[in-house]
């Protein structure tokens, strides 16, 4: 298969994979899942809060999936478009949805303005679901960053939410052009885009990374799944139990941490994600979406891709985005 249409494909099934693998485990700590389960090596069917099957994504995929089929029915992005998509997905109907994707969306159905519309909110919910901009723009990057900037302000308007939709998108861009990654160049691309003083430290901490990797990594997973937290917020890191909270900037730069442990290891940089605890479906759908950008389709395991809901379907929406994009 030709590569660069592998990595499209392989950015939106592992963006289903790692959320997939991720659902069940949602809001436990590493602690707990280490003891119920010790290391996770499959899809794993039942477990609460959802009662769902092995393989059922949820609202990541869901909103991934709509932001592709924009890009496509519109053949780029169309905002209006766009919104109308986020609004049939309110029938679909969500699956363990975010509050500050939920309540704007609920807005932009009642009528509100879409500047209007959005949560004062820096969750991790236009980071999980911004990749299909990263794909289709990935030769045009200011456009990249303009288009993931208006994804995110359509449901969150705090920085750390806008910088990390920018963030997972050039990061998609970057790594499907890639045959041979350098960490230090990888970093230093994506910390130039969001340098600017309206997003704080976020380059700083995306920069930093490189240091985190040659440390314990339950360690630094604890320290960066609250990385950016600042009080009254709980920050993660001061329980040791381990888990990644929801905030934007600490899932986005976790996920990150995850992929670059094993570049060339789907299955293990997807499994470090999860067992992170905390936001596991989250931070398991970015880093699939990333590892699967770098990776392409074919190092995704398939007894995972045979169990994902709506496998086919995601392949054939990566492909027609492919040819939009390509035209």
């Keep these: 298969m030709n590569k660069m249409k592998s990595r499209f494909i392989g950015t939106l099934i592992g963006t289903g994979v790692g959320d997939a693998l991720g659902r069940p485990f949602e809001g436990w700590s590493r602690k707990q899942i280490e003891a119920r389960c010790g290391r996770i090596m499959d899809l794993l069917p039942d477990f609460p809060p959802y009662r769902l099957p092995a393989g059922q994504y949820t609202d990541d995929t869901q909103l991934t999936i709509a932001i ?7 053949k780029g992005f169309d905002l209006g478009d ?4 986020f609004v049939d997905w309110l029938s679909e109907p969500p699956i363990g949805p975010g509050y500050g994707c939920l309540s704007s969306i609920r807005k932009l159905s009642s009528g509100v303005p879409w500047q209007e519309a959005a949560s004062d909110s ?10 299909p901009i ?4 990935y ?11 208006l994804s995110s302000l359509l449901t969150h308007n705090h920085w ?8 997972v998108a050039r990061s998609i861009a970057y790594l499907i052009t890639c045959d041979e990654l350098n960490i230090d160049i990888f970093l230093k691309t994506i910390a130039s885009s969001v340098q600017k003083s309206e997003f704080e430290d976020y380059a700083q901490n995306i920069l930093k990374l490189k240091d985190f990797l040659k440390r314990d990594k339950v360690e630094a997973l604890i320290e960066l799944g609250g990385i950016g937290i600042k009080p009254p917020w709980p920050n993660p890191a001061e329980t040791k139990e381990g888990y990644i909270a929801a905030y934007a900037m600490s899932t986005t730069i976790s996920a990150l941490y995850c992929f670059l442990l094993s570049p060339d290891d789907f299955e293990n940089s997807v499994i470090e994600a999860v067992m992170a605890g905390g936001d596991t479906d989250t931070c398991g759908a970015i880093t699939g979406a990333i590892s699967g950008a770098y990776n392409g389709i ?14 086919e379907y995601l392949k ?11 035209k």
């Design 68 to 74: 592709a089929e924009s890009l496509v029915r519109s």
């Design 122 to 131: 820096g969750g991790n919910g236009t980071a999980m679901r911004v990749s």
């Design 134 to 137: 990263g794909l289709f723009y």
């Design 160 to 167: 750390a939410a806008t910088a990390s939709a920018i963030v």
């Design 298 to 311: 074919e190092k995704i395991p398939s007894r995972w891709i045979k169990l994902l809901v709506n496998n």
């Design 82 to 85: 766009l919104i109308s998509r």
């Design 316 to 326: 054939k929406l990566a492909i027609d985005l492919y040819k939009i994009a390509h």
């Design 139 to 149: 030769n045009n990057i200011s456009k990249l960053i303009e288009y993931a900037r």
